[in-house]
């Protein structure tokens, strides 16, 4: 009973108060608070951009382009513009083979941007070396002219219209968007215009020859083709019956 009773009056120890660790986070100065409003913008409109040109390329997936940027430009200063949507079934096969072997012959073989042809353009000291796809992109999105953002820009929009679009939309979207003439966009107005008849009926010889004027339309012709004009018209030809027999054109003929 003794201990017991011993036991009982030890005074029972409280535990000790836990000391504070965690320091109070210290009150951001006004240039860290604009550095982060700055990158949170930034981020932000990084994002917006986008999720924009996604949902652009998106629909133009399931929706053929009404106009585009240059076609403005060239209605308000031409007083119009002529241009027929025409679908790639209603397209002579030999002009989209045409087209390809002449601006583009490895089209089915690159995921947007063809990163031989820009290292010999680079080794040559040129420009150029722009594949259809970047092509597209260029006129269907944005503006002519030469700038580095407008290239930076587009080396970014082409891999995405490629993951978006097929190989045959981005040869449908880009037969019916160049120019072929002073105000005549699409190859179903260029075949009316030049020979009077409609883009599906275009011959072997036409069709090389409307893909000889690009990219300069203004300065060449299809019914009145240039030495010059005749010349690369016969090499294009052949090259749209080459990428036929040896499967390059494949991608876009399916």
């Keep these: 009973m003794a201990e017991q009773s011993a036991t009982a009056k030890r005074p029972v120890k409280k535990p000790a108060p836990k000391k504070k660790t965690a ?24 994002f917006a951009c986008v999720a924009f040109a996604l949902l652009w390329t998106l629909l133009y997936a399931v929706i053929n382009p009404p ?8 209605g308000r200063r ?13 397209i002579a096969p030999v002009m989209a083979r045409s087209a390809v072997a002449a601006e583009d012959a490895n089209f089915c073989l690159h995921w947007g941007l063809d990163v031989t042809a820009i290292q010999a353009a680079v080794e040559r000291g040129r420009g150029g070396a722009s594949t259809i796809s970047q ?33 045959r939309r981005i040869v449908e979207i880009y037969l019916n968007v ?20 409609d883009a599906s009926d275009l011959s072997a010889t036409q069709a090389a020859r409307l893909a000889a004027i690009l ?40």
Excluded at 67 to 74: D, F, G, L
Excluded at 78 to 90: F, K, P, Q, S, T
Excluded at 230 to 244: C, E, L, Q
Aim: glycine letters at 8%; a positive charge; aromatic letters at 10%.
């Design 178 to 197: 160049a120019e072929f003439d002073e105000g005549v966009f699409g190859v179903q107005a260029a075949a009316r215009h030049y020979f009077g008849v």
């Design 78 to 90: 031409l007083g119009g513009v002529e241009r027929e949507w025409v679908a790639m079934d209603d």
């Design 23 to 46: 320091k109070k986070a210290k009150k951001l100065g006004p240039i860290e608070r604009a550095r982060r409003f700055v990158r949170r913008v930034l981020f932000l409109g990084v």
């Design 135 to 167: 092509q597209v992109v260029k006129n269907v999105f944005l503006w002519h002219g030469r700038s580095w953002a407008r290239k930076a820009i587009e080396a970014l929009w082409t891999p995405l219209s490629e993951a978006v679009w097929s190989k």
């Design 67 to 74: 106009t585009t940027p240059y076609m403005i430009s060239e």
């Design 215 to 254: 990219p300069s339309p203004k300065n060449r012709s299809a019914s009145n083709p240039s030495t010059f004009t005749r010349n690369r018209a016969a090499s294009i030809r052949s090259g749209a019956a080459t990428i036929a027999a040896d499967g390059r054109a494949a991608c876009f003929e399916g």
